[in-house]
């Protein structure tokens, strides 16, 4: 499964934000907590339901996500 599939957008779960596949966990949480300095093995620690690679998923959003065309009126 690419990692990007482990990630929804559903407007009935989180209020349509992105969530890790089959969770309430909003991927911002998760990049949150690892911003704040907490490693992976913590994260995973505090939330069992996560898996490393549903961590790697939301690390590959956000990436994805700044990682856009910029345009210019000329």
Do not use: F, Q, W
């Given at each position: 499964?690419?990692?990007?599939?482990?990630?929804?957008?559903?407007?009935?779960?989180?209020?349509?934000?992105?969530?890790?596949?089959?969770?309430?966990?909003?991927?911002?949480?998760?990049?949150?907590?690892?911003?704040?300095?907490?490693?992976?093995?913590e994260?995973?620690?505090?939330?069992?339901?996560?898996?490393?690679?549903?961590?790697?998923?939301?690390?590959?959003?956000?990436a994805?996500?700044?990682?856009?065309?910029?345009?210019?009126?000329?």
């Amino acid at each position: 499964m690419p990692l990007l599939d482990r990630i929804a957008i559903d407007p009935e779960v989180a209020h349509g934000r992105p969530t890790v596949r089959g969770t309430r966990m909003r991927v911002g949480d998760v990049l949150a907590l690892l911003a704040a300095g907490a490693n992976e093995a913590e994260v995973l620690d505090d939330y069992p339901y996560l898996t490393a690679e549903d961590i790697k998923a939301c690390l590959e959003y956000a990436a994805a996500l700044v990682d856009h065309a910029i345009l210019t009126a000329s």
